[in-house]
């Protein structure tokens, strides 16, 4: 049974950090990814990584987000910086076996989690 489990969501103010994590169970996916959901909002992608090492990421996250991919732990995480209050939503892993393996393909992934919350305050 695939699991894709998240945790480091929290509450901060505007410019700070965090780090959310995604830990996969057994099973290593040639695309894992982030994707985020705010109230009242379509679901947007936020990064991918493919088992090449390449990323994709939306343009307003570039620079801000990192992600990356412990392979020892097969855990993929999501460094997130410059926090700002339209970042504010419900963040959601995501895997895949094949694709595009892109931001822009949330229905591409073929796993999901069910998500951590991110608040982010002024």
């Known amino acids: 049974q695939v699991q894709l489990v998240e945790s480091g969501g929290g509450s901060v103010q505007a410019g700070g950090s965090l780090r959310l994590s995604c830990a996969a169970s057994?099973?290593?996916?040639?695309?894992m990814g982030w994707f985020r959901q705010a109230p009242g909002k379509e679901r947007e992608g936020v990064a991918t990584?493919?088992?090449?090492?390449?990323?994709t990421y939306a343009d307003s996250m570039m620079g801000r987000f990192a992600i990356s991919k412990d392979n020892a732990k097969n855990t993929l995480y999501l460094q997130m910086d410059s926090l700002e209050p339209e970042d504010t939503a419900m963040y959601y892993c995501?895997?895949?076996?094949?694709?595009?393996?892109?931001?822009?393909?949330?229905?591409?992934?073929?796993?999901w989690g069910k998500g951590t919350q991110v608040t982010i305050s002024l």
């Open positions: 995501a895997a895949a076996w094949g694709g595009s393996c892109s931001f822009r393909r949330a229905a591409g992934m073929d796993y």
């Open positions: 057994r099973y290593r996916f040639y695309c």
């Open positions: 990584l493919r088992g090449d090492g390449s990323t």
